[in-house]
């Protein structure tokens, strides 16, 4: 067990977790095309920067990183900003945090991890707390909870790409080389959405997204994840709604829920469980 391996997932699991409401807030402002470009954009300047200065890396598996930043930032990003414009924030922290129910069975059959009963224990203990959490929707919140919980299967693929991937490149080479590959891709999609009216205040929740909100956990959690079983380091995103229900109240007057209380009491209990 790795002391700063587990400081670095916590201190990620919190970034990403104000990651919801911000988006929620700058969703007023643009569309989740153009909020999925801009908040790649600055990554992609920030390693155009890094490469030019420190030197690019030589031999890049540009198929596996492909994947990285297809399933790592074009998928989950699109899905979440559109889903969230159906759904609240509070709920699109919990469905996200749902990787590790698929990460666990996709670790056993592609890395050969050990499946353990506390793992599946674990997985299934936190399915029921997020079966409380979200409860049945109907309507538009139903189609914004699907793409919401589409974004976290990507999500769950991404972890065994990374996993893979940190055998054969540094953490910073690996966050480098994705988002320069997946600027241009999500570009490419602009003209599906109307231009919006850009204000200073969009523009700065947008840098804080992509470097203090992506940049950052992100390099954090690949850092992390050099020392730990993937099928244990994904159960630390079932703490990313505890952070997000937070924000969201303290950021957007969200109403907590008794629902919501007791899944998440039952969602850390699965952390828990899984750890053992």
Known sequence: ???????????????????????????????????????????????????????????????????????????????????????????????????????????????????????????????????????????????????IACSAISLAFLAIFEKIALSKHTPIEILGITSIIGFPILLALLPFEQLPSFTMSSVILTIILSLGCTVLPYFLWLDGLKNLEVSRAIVFSYGIPAFGILFSIMLLNETVTLRMIVGMAVILFSIWVSQK
Not at 85 to 93: D, M, N, P, R
């Open 1 to 147: 067990m790795s002391k700063k391996a587990y400081a670095e997932m916590s201190a990620a699991t919190l970034l990403y977790g104000l990651t919801f409401p911000l988006t929620a807030i700058v969703l007023r402002d643009m569309g989740p095309l153009y909020l999925s470009a801009v908040r790649s954009f600055w990554p992609f300047i920030f390693f155009i920067l890094y490469f030019l200065k420190r030197g690019y890396p030589e031999n890049p598996n540009y198929a596996l990183l492909l994947s990285i930043s297809l399933f790592g930032l074009v998928l989950p990003l699109v899905l979440q900003n559109i889903g969230m414009l159906y759904t609240t924030a509070s709920l699109a922290s919990i469905i996200q945090s749902t990787p590790p129910i698929f990460v666990v069975f996709l670790a056993f059959f592609i890395l050969k991890e050990n499946l353990t009963a506390p793992k599946i224990l674990g997985v299934l203990i936190g399915i029921a707390g997020i079966v409380v959490v979200v409860g049945i929707e109907e309507g538009s919140m139903l189609l914004g909870n699907i793409l």
